[in-house]
C-alpha cells in the first residue's frame, strides 16, 4: 500500500509540476562552499557540538562533520549551519 501511495505522490507532483521533495516530504539542501549549509524538513536536531550535527529526517538521518560549526537558525522543519563543513553523510 505504502508504495502504491509513493507512486501516486510521483505522479501527481509530476502532473501538476509540483517539486518531488515537497510531494514526498524529502529534506533539501542547499550548500554555499563548505562554510554555508541550509537543511529543509527536517525532523529536530539529535546532537550538535562544534565538530557534528546530527538531524533526525523523515526517512532516515544526516550528519554533518566539520569544524566551528555554529547553528545561526532553527525553525521547526528549517536548519542553517555556518563554519567548516568537511563531510555531509545521509544515513537511511
Not at 507532483?13 to 517539486?19: E, G
Request: aromatic share 8%.
Amino acid at each position: 500500500m505504502r508504495s502504491l501511495t509513493r507512486k501516486w505522490n510521483q505522479f501527481t507532483a509530476k502532473l501538476l509540476d509540483v517539486p518531488q521533495d515537497v510531494v514526498l516530504d524529502l529534506p533539501r539542501f542547499t550548500m554555499i562552499g563548505n562554510m554555508q549549509l541550509y537543511i529543509e524538513n527536517h525532523r529536530g536536531v539529535l546532537h550538535f557540538s562544534s565538530e557534528l550535527l546530527r538531524l533526525a529526517l523523515s526517512k532516515g538521518k544526516l550528519e554533518v562533520h566539520g569544524k566551528e560549526l555554529v547553528i545561526r537558525a532553527i525553525l521547526s522543519e528549517e536548519v542553517f549551519i555556518e563554519g567548516v563543513i568537511d563531510e555531509i553523510k545521509f544515513i537511511p
